[in-house]
Structures are given as C-alpha cells and as structure tokens.
C-alpha cells in the first residue's frame, strides 16, 4: 500500500493540474497511507507568520500560524506528534472552529530552495498518530516537496513576466513622451 501511494503520487507530479490542486491531490493521497481527518501545507511568509498553501477541506483557509517551539522542532526535521492540541501554543493561538476539528495533529518539515514549510495532518480525536505514521509521513515528504518547488518557480516566473511587462510599458510611455 505505502508503495502504490507513493507511485500515485508521483503520477500526480507528473500531471498537468494547477500546483495547488496537486498539493490537495497529494494530500489525499497521504490520507491513504495515514488516516486523518484533514491535512494541510503552510509555508513560512516571514520569521512567525505562516500562509495556507494547500488544505483538504476550506475550513483552515482561515488559520493564522504563529510559529512556536514546536514548529520550530518540525522544521529541524524532527516530525512531531501533537497528541494533545490544546497543550500546543501554536494550536491554541487558532479560531474555535479549526480547533475543534483538530484534537491531535502530525507536523512533518516540507523542504524547499527558497522556504521553509510543513505539512500538517489532524484528527479530531486525541493522541490519534503514532510513530509508524510519522515515519510514513518522512517517506512521503518528498514528494511535497517537489511539488511546493513547483509552485514557487511558477510564482517567481509569474513576477518575473509581470516586472518585464511593467518595464516594457514604461519604456513605450518613454519613447511616446519623446525622451530617447
């Protein structure tokens, strides 16, 4: 099984799809190998603050990640098992309604040239991981990874294009003005 989930998800690598949408496929794919109840991918905007990248259910397009010790831990490349949310500064820190779907979590690194981020999978239950699927989710990593690296050299070509386009705009604005 963890075998053919990883094969499927390097098929979903190699598909066409928007990034975004081959984050949230792999992510169900994760669900196969590990059994939770919503995952999710954050990447690091700045030193604390942290943006949703990818999420199984729309609910946690809302969760506001402060970086804590235990992030801190996980992008170390230790995956963390939060049994209990509730005793984790960074689980505390969310709104009501991400906190009740998310009693315990499984934190892993995602490694990339330019950020640092993570995957997260929940369960409403408590002390719902263990370490069996921590290493299962190690394993899987890299393909997020590849995935997330995806998306950030599509966003840098996309600035890139953008920037080229302003600058050959205020170049005709230039000539048409008659300064040469």
């Keep these: 099984m963890e075998r053919d989930s990883l094969l499927d998800g390097l098929r979903i690598l190699t598909g066409s799809d928007s990034t975004r949408e081959v984050l949230v496929r792999l992510l169900k794919v994760?669900?196969?190998l590990i059994a939770f109840d919503h995952a999710f991918i954050l990447r690091e905007d700045q030193q604390t603050a942290w943006s949703l990248v990818a999420?199984?259910?729309p609910l946690f397009e809302d969760i506001q990640w402060i970086a804590g010790p235990a992030t801190e831990?996980?992008?170390?490349?230790?995956?963390?098992?939060?049994?209990?949310t509730g005793r984790t500064?960074?689980?505390?820190?969310?709104?009501?309604?991400?906190?009740?779907q998310a009693a315990s979590a499984l934190h892993a690194c995602i490694e990339t040239r330019d950020?640092?981020?993570?995957?997260?999978?929940?369960?409403r239950k408590q002390a719902?991981?263990?370490?069996?699927q921590a290493h299962l989710i190690q394993r899987f990593?890299?393909?997020?990874?590849?995935?997330l690296q995806r998306l950030e050299n599509r966003e840098k070509l996309?600035?890139?294009i953008e920037r080229a386009q302003s600058m050959g705009g205020q170049l005709h604005l230039a000539s048409e003005s008659g300064c040469r």
């Design 30 to 32: 994760l669900n196969n």
């Design 55 to 57: 999420a199984t259910d």
């Design 73 to 84: 831990g996980v992008l170390a490349g230790r995956s963390a098992i939060i049994f209990d």
């Design 89 to 100: 500064a960074e689980w505390c820190d969310q709104p009501d309604k991400i906190r009740s």
């Design 115 to 123: 950020a640092r981020a993570m995957i997260v999978c929940v369960s």
């Design 128 to 132: 719902d991981f263990n370490e069996r």
């Design 141 to 147: 990593t890299p393909l997020a990874s590849q995935a």
């Design 158 to 160: 996309h600035g890139a």
